[in-house]
């Protein structure tokens, strides 16, 4: 935990969601992650950050895919390198039951880094693979500023 100012943050990595561990005696921690080598280390609020086996995304404003975790790639059927940089509705769709859930996403998105609040409690559907929801919620992550949309099909 790192306090800056009035906000408490948790790092984690943008790739596999590792919490990297504190080490002492180090003057400046990487910013990519000692467990997998392969994602860059995020900060969110605690109640936004992914735990170690939740699938989320990076979205830029313009609701860009900026990252996405490896559980978040086997969850929509798309490797990070191939969904860099497309439309998150590309990926995710409106719940048939719940369509002012997207709405409200959509909405969001490019207000999060510039202190929206964040939204706890989100249905969605995957293109990839529609005939189940997904739970989600929607918070701000960086650097730089985005919004992090974390995934949750369990059932
Ligand atoms: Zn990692």
Same mark, same amino acid.
Request: hydrophobic letters at 45%.
């Given at each position: 935990m790192v306090t800056n100012g009035a906000q408490t943050t948790v790092a984690f990595? #943008?790739?596999c969601g =590792?919490?990297?561990r504190a080490r002492p005696g180090l003057a400046a921690p990487s910013r990519v992650c000692s467990a997998c080598e392969l994602g860059l280390i995020l900060r969110a =609020? *605690? $109640? &936004? $950050? *992914?735990a170690a086996r939740e699938a989320? !995304?990076?979205i830029g404003a313009g609701r860009e895919i900026g990252a996405v975790s490896d559980r978040a790639e086997r969850l929509l059927g798309v490797g990070e390198a191939e969904a860099v940089?497309? +439309?998150l509705a590309e990926f !995710? &769709? *409106?719940d048939a039951e719940r369509p002012a859930d997207w709405a409200r996403l959509v909405e969001a998105i490019p207000r999060l880094a510039? #202190? &929206?609040a964040p939204l706890p409690a989100l249905l969605v559907r995957c293109t990839h693979a529609p005939g189940r929801p997904l739970r989600a919620r929607l918070g701000a992550c960086g650097p730089p500023p985005a919004a992090l949309l974390v !995934? +949750? +099909?369990r059932d």
């Open positions: 990595c #943008g790739h =590792a919490r990297p =609020a *605690p $109640a &936004a $950050a *992914p989320f !995304l990076v940089n497309r +439309d !995710l &769709a *409106p510039t #202190g &929206a !995934l +949750d +099909d």
